[in-house]
């Protein structure tokens, strides 16, 4: 049966989620599946980027599929579903952090003061091996970033979704979305460029 | 003249493609070799920011979520047989209450001038009703106390169900 369904509706990304979700509603739960495992890496990029807890992750993205699952007679395509799945994963991820009362420095004064204690060591690796590694060292250093900028790269960069659309799936304002996307890149480059010499990336 | 170099934004808005067609900013590229470097520094960025790298769920993920729905989907539905449950005795035991509380033989004459079965049923209902109160010596009140807490159950249920979805539950 599921597979009939999707061989059904190969033509168009969204009419075959139209498709998917109506197959759900109508009590084929197994067809349910599917869209777990289309969005499984959507939602393990944000849970994961989101929560620094390892134990954590798992169990959020599985409480993040079973939102999605009951509350799938409430969406009506007012947006892409991929956009209304990163939106309960953003939510989950929230909820979390508040709950377990970590600091989520919503207002942007505090964001602010929030950069200025971002950790520096500004020592030049002399290393070789660690050096080499620039994408390892980058990828440490996004998870430095506060939460906002890492879920916001995160949609914009792995899941390529639109400004638009990760505005829509946090809340966030259009214009902060993109003030945190580039300032969130630009923090990035400052680190790489404090932290190493020219000539280690300059090949 | 001094050099005016490329800002932060528009060397990430030239990488994210937005910018490509800007002849200008394609052009310092070509001869400024401090923004040619920020370019490359950007790259880096840009490209650890793409690795698909970390973030693997447990094999059999779906299927975990399977189970969990399905564990759900069950407890919930015994959630509610058991409103229903609730709902047909408390107002059960509500009508009984109404019927012994209201003038018994008013309400007998109403079922007996809707048809001669109604008012056979309704007195039996009423005098079996009666009977089985007395024999047990329940008082009215707890009759009433419990009528109204079956049906308040039953209510919360019927909420619960219709806007929180069949698995409130969970």
């Known amino acids: ?45 944000v849970v994961f980027r989101m929560v620094a807890n390892r134990s954590d992750r798992e169990d959020i993205c599985q409480e993040v599929f079973i939102k999605v699952y009951q509350n799938l007679a409430g969406f009506h395509f007012e947006s892409k579903l991929s956009t209304w799945v990163a939106q309960i994963a953003y939510n989950a991820c929230i909820n979390h952090l508040e709950k377990k009362r970590l600091p989520l420095l919503d207002d942007l004064h505090q964001e602010e003061n929030a950069l200025e204690k971002y950790p520096s060591d500004a020592a030049t690796p002399d290393n070789y091996a660690e050096r080499q590694d620039i994408t390892t060292r980058l990828r440490s250093e996004i998870d430095k970033l506060p939460v906002h900028f890492r879920a916001i790269v995160t949609m914009y960069h792995l899941d390529e979704m639109s400004y638009e659309e990760i505005a829509e799936a946090t809340g966030m304002p259009l214009g902060t979305v993109k003030s945190y996307l580039f300032r969130g890149r630009k923090l990035l480059k400052d680190r790489l460029s404090e932290k190493y010499r020219l000539e280690d990336i300059w090949q | 003249m001094a050099v005016r170099h490329l ?51 447990a094999p059999g993920f779906a299927e975990s979520v399977m189970t969990r729905l399905a564990a759900a989907s069950e407890k919930s539905s015994r959630t509610s047989l058991v409103g229903l449950i609730l709902l047909v005795f408390g107002t059960i035991a509500l009508a009984g209450l109404a019927l012994y509380f209201f003038e018994v033989k008013a309400l007998t004459e109403i079922l007996a001038s809707l048809s001669a079965f109604g008012a056979e049923f309704g007195s039996s209902f009423v005098e079996s009703l009666r009977s089985a109160t007395a024999s047990l010596g329940v008082s009215m009140d707890i009759m009433l106390s419990t009528g109204l ?6 209510v919360i249920d019927r909420i619960l169900v219709r806007y929180r979805g069949s698995h409130y539950c969970l």
């Open chain 1, 1 to 45: 049966m599921a597979v009939t369904v999707v061989f059904k509706c190969m033509e168009s990304d969204r009419s075959e989620s139209r498709l998917l979700v109506a197959e759900v509603l109508n009590g084929n739960s197994a067809v349910f599946k599917i869209l777990i495992e289309r969005y499984q890496k959507l939602v393990s990029h």
């Open chain 2, 7 to 57: 800002t932060d934004e528009q060397i990430q808005r030239y990488l994210d493609g937005d910018m490509s067609r800007d002849s200008d900013v394609a052009y310092h590229l070509q001869h400024c070799l401090a923004c040619q470097q920020q370019l490359e520094l950007y790259r880096k960025v840009y490209e650890s920011l793409q690795q698909d790298v970390g973030f693997e769920l």
């Open chain 2, 149 to 154: 807490i079956l049906l308040t159950f039953a």
